[in-house]
T-cell receptor, first 117, second 112 residues
Framework: GENVEQHPSTLSVQEGDSAVIKCTYS??????FPWYKQELGKRPQLIID?????GEKKDQRIAVTLNKTAKHFSLHITETQPEDSAVYFC????????????????FGKGTKLSVKP | DVKVTQSSRYLVKRTGEKVFLECVQD?????MFWYRQDPGLGLRLIYF???????EKGDIPEGYSVSREKKERFSLILESASTNQTSMYLC???????????FGSGTQLSVL
């Protein structure tokens, strides 16, 4: 079945630096890859997503890249600010051979990003 | 904006009690989900529903059941709460499959 690995589990950067979080997935049939941000004590919120027919997507300081051949996708945050401090989760949809529900998203275990002023 | 409301922010229950966690969404979404969030384990799907009275098991359904009698409401039931069910429970909804999830603010359940 689908498995999503996320690295690193914690990441500390200086304000203004870039941050990169990487995820790998196992099911080559996966076709939707969202990223969620969860600030302390708050609910997860979608910040960006990418589908398998696209290699890169940008939204201001945030970008996601997808390498289908290598089965990995990454979140890039440029010019980090203290308000970027949060836990970030990647996720992937399972393919047709997944033993569980096709409607499910498989989440990575999360990366705690700390941006130091 | 979509509003997903969970009935309780904090709950304390005793082992063996029957526990109901309620979730309501106001945007006519087809899909509703119950996740469990534990430190270092990410978000794990317990159950989801893609239509009224329909339900599917997620990755960790043992010890839980669900009910969806109306489109806007999805309930998670712990038939006999156990200490290993102490966790943060997050409800979510989406318009269709493989679309943006809208999460509720979560219920922190403690089973003593």
């Amino acid at each position: 079945g689908e498995n999503v690995e996320q690295h690193p589990s914690t990441l500390s950067v200086q304000e203004g630096d870039s941050a990169v979080i990487k995820c790998t997935y196992s099911d080559s049939a996966s076709n939707y890859f969202p990223w969620y941000k969860q600030e302390l004590g708050k609910r997860p919120q979608l910040i960006i997503d990418i589908r398998s027919n696209v290699g890169e997507k940008k939204d201001q300081r945030i970008a996601v890249t997808l390498n289908k051949t290598a089965k990995h996708f990454s979140l890039h945050i440029t010019e980090t600010q203290p308000e970027d401090s949060a836990v970030y989760f990647c996720a992937a949809t399972p393919g047709p051979n997944y033993g569980g529900s096709q409607g499910n998203l498989i989440f990575g275990k999360g990366t705690k990003l700390s941006v130091k002023p | 904006d979509v509003k997903v409301t969970q009935s309780s922010r904090y709950l304390v229950k005793r082992t063996g009690e029957k526990v109901f966690l309620e979730c309501v969404q106001d945007m006519d979404h087809e899909n509703m989900f119950w996740y469990r969030q534990d430190p270092g384990l990410g978000l794990r799907l317990i159950y989801f529903s893609y239509d009224v009275k329909m339900k599917e098991k997620g990755d960790i359904p043992e010890g839980y059941s669900v009910s969806r009698e109306k489109k806007e409401r999805f309930s998670l039931i712990l038939e006999s709460a156990s200490t290993n069910q102490t966790s943060m429970y997050l409800c979510a909804s989406s318009l269709t499959e493989h679309e943006k999830l809208f999460f509720g603010s979560g219920t922190q359940l403690s089973v003593l």
